[in-house]
Structure formats: C-alpha cells, structure tokens
C-alpha cells in the first residue's frame, strides 16, 4: 500500500468515515437505553419536505457547511430584525427565522443523502442552531422593550437565550462522552423537540410576541434542568 498513496489516502478516508458511523451508532444506543425511546429522527415531517428541494443539490458543488454558515447568517439577520421591534420587523424577523428552520434541516440531510457526514460538520451544525435560537429569543425580549413588559421583556429574553446556550454546552458535552447524537430525544408522531421552535415565527405573526417571551423565559430554564438531569451521568463521565 506504501506503493499507492491514492489508495492510502482512500482507505484512510474510508477508516475516519466507518469510525465516524459508528460513534453516531454507539451515541444513539446509549440514548435508546436512556430514554426507553428511539433517537431523534432525521424522517420527521419537516425533513421529509426540505429533502425534496435538497435531492438537486446532491451532485453539486454545494457542502453542507455552506448551508449551515447560511441558517447562521440568515438567523443572525431574524434576531436583528426581531430587537428593533415594531411589528414589521418583528414580522421580518419570523420570516427569516422561519428560513433558518428548513434550512438548518437542508445541512443534515445534503449530509446524508451525499454522504458527507463529519465530526465538524455536525458540531457546527449544532453551534449554529442553538446560537441562532438563543440571539432569537434574547432579541424578542430586547425588541419588546418598550411594551407592557417593559424591562422584563429583557429579563425574560435573556433568560431564554443563555438557557439554550446552557443546553448547547450540555449537548457537547455529553457528546464528548458517550459519542454523536448522544443528547437526542426521542421523536413523536413525526415531530421532534427541535420542531418547537416553529412556535417562535408563528407566535410572533399571530401578534402573540409577548406571551412567547414570558413562556420562553420560564420552560427554556426548566428544559435546560431536564437536560441536566438526564444527561448526569455522561457529564460524570467527562469529568472523570
């Protein structure tokens, strides 16, 4: 094989790709046990939609990663639209967060259907999820400032916010331990708990901003104790 470094450096792609699969493998067992539950799926019904525009961009130039900057980008540009307040922009901003939803279900599945799957790509994907939804929830709450909730409207933002970053953190870490996806949940009747932010876009067009934020501010805490709570044991393992 020393002979034919081509063949080398196929193999050893081959070797980190099959490593790669696997560890995803172990995160999802270990995630069955401990939720009694199957992982999280990749078939829910939004998927299921975005895979349609996705299927074209298969055998092109376009990587998943470059759709993942995009939803970064695209949900910075919501949490802008959402802290300048008034109901134009906040209208504008649920549009692009809107965007940002299908297109942080485009990345994974351009993944997978063109199997370029990575460690990185993945931790990316995360990192732009949960800072985009965090600037999301910590902007509404700025943006509302000058309504009945007045400075709570921050309060509770921000709350919101650094309880998905939390989340984030918890996510990794226990990643770090038991392996990929090791932190999912287990999807329901073809929904999955990352669906819950369609609450946000339609919540904000229905005018109904404010009861948003107040929610937000009090069960994005409480899921960031749940998430705590179950994933104990892997952060242990961390430590040790």
Do not use: C
């Not at 470059?66 to 922009?89: D, P």
């Not at 309880?163 to 999807?187: H, M």
Request: proline share 3%; aromatic share 8%; charged share 15%.
């Amino acid at each position: 094989m020393s002979g034919d470094p081509v063949r080398y450096r196929n193999v050893l792609g081959h070797h980190r790709q099959v490593t790669y699969i696997g560890r995803q493998a172990e995160g999802n067992a270990t995630l069955g046990r401990a939720f009694g539950g199957r992982p999280i799926s990749h078939n829910t019904w939004i998927h299921r939609i975005v895979r349609i525009g996705v299927r074209p961009l298969v055998r092109t130039a376009v990587t998943p990663n470059q759709i993942t900057a995009l939803r970064l980008a695209v949900g910075v540009a919501a949490a802008a639209a959402f802290a300048t307040g008034g109901s134009a922009w906040l209208n504008l901003g649920a549009l692009l967060f809107f965007i940002g939803i299908l297109l942080d279900r485009a990345d994974g599945e351009l993944a997978r259907l063109s199997g370029r799957s990575s460690a990185w790509g993945h931790y990316f994907d995360l990192l732009s999820d949960h800072l985009a939804n965090a600037l999301a929830l910590a902007s509404i709450g700025f943006g509302l400032r000058d309504g009945d909730l007045g400075f709570w409207a921050i309060l509770l933002g921000l709350a919101a916010g650094i309880s998905v970053s939390a989340i984030f953190w918890l996510v990794t870490r226990a990643e770090k331990a038991r392996g990929q996806r090791a932190a999912e949940l287990p999807d329901f009747m073809g929904f999955d708990v990352d669906d819950a932010t369609l609450i946000i876009p339609v919540a904000v067009v229905l005018d109904g901003a404010a009861p948003l934020i107040v929610i937000a501010g009090i069960a994005a805490p409480a899921f960031a104790i749940f998430m705590y709570r179950r994933l104990r044991a892997s952060l242990a393992d961390v430590r040790g």
